[in-house]
């Protein structure tokens, strides 16, 4: 299994560009998600999917949309780029909560984004 | 909503001695407690969680606590190795990947 991979790797955009940063998995799980990853800030929510036709917000979701049509993939749209989007990108997948029982998240290699 | 806080921010250790990272969290509902590890330019992975039914947790060198009373939880990493040197991340949720908080990182050096 490839798990969780993320394209591109590193992308650089003008300010009010549009790009889509792309999120595939091959676990057959559920749940997919997305995070940004600033310094200092840890690890934060952008929005998040259950299962395929289902999206969410997250904790900081304003200038992207997400959709699922396909329980492998989950691509993150950006409409128009700004500088504060600069960020690293991970995307993550786990199976839905099972048992009662929280399961494990395994991320992405990450899309370094600069917006100039 | 949850607040997690993580300390230190760095963190220096020479190899052989032990480190520790502490969490406290806001939320009293929260139940579900993961480190990650996190080397640089890679992806963050997990090592070592904890449910609220369990005060203390260990796996070889690492091992984590929870005082679910004073909602503060610790990483404790035993005889070191420079191969620990990594960013490491607490996260603290009620038990939904969606509601996870993630504290904002320690960077542990391990001096050779």
């Known amino acids: 299994n490839a798990g969780v991979t993320q394209t591109p790797k590193f992308q650089v955009l003008k300010t009010g560009q549009s790009m889509t940063l792309q999120c595939a998995q091959d676990m057959n799980h559920e749940y997919m998600s997305w995070y940004r990853q600033d310094p200092g800030m840890g690890l934060r929510l952008i929005h998040y999917s259950v299962g395929a036709g289902i999206t969410d917000q997250g904790e900081v979701p304003n200038g992207y949309n997400v959709s699922r049509s396909t329980t492998e993939d989950f691509p993150l749209r950006l409409l128009s780029a700004a500088p504060s989007q600069t960020s690293v990108y991970f995307c993550a997948s786990s199976y839905s909560q099972r048992e009662g029982r929280q399961e494990t998240q395994y991320f992405g290699p990450g899309t370094r984004l600069l917006v100039l | 909503g949850e607040n997690v806080e993580q300390h230190p921010s760095t963190l220096s250790v020479q190899e052989g001695d032990s480190a520790v990272i502490k969490c406290t969290y806001s939320?009293?509902?929260?139940?579900?407690f993961p480190w990650y590890k996190q080397e640089l330019g890679k992806r963050p992975q997990l090592i070592i969680d904890?449910?609220?039914?369990?005060g203390e947790k260990k796996d070889q060198r690492i091992a984590v606590t929870l005082n679910k009373t004073a909602k503060h939880f610790s990483l404790h990493i035993t005889e070191t190795q420079p191969e620990d040197s990594a960013v490491y991340f607490c996260?603290?949720?009620?038990?939904?990947?969606?509601?996870?908080?993630f504290g904002a990182g320690t960077r542990l050096t391990v001096k050779p």
């Open positions: 904890i449910r609220s039914n369990v």
């Open positions: 939320d009293s509902a929260s139940n579900y």
């Open positions: 996260a603290a949720s009620e038990g939904n990947n969606n509601d996870m908080r």
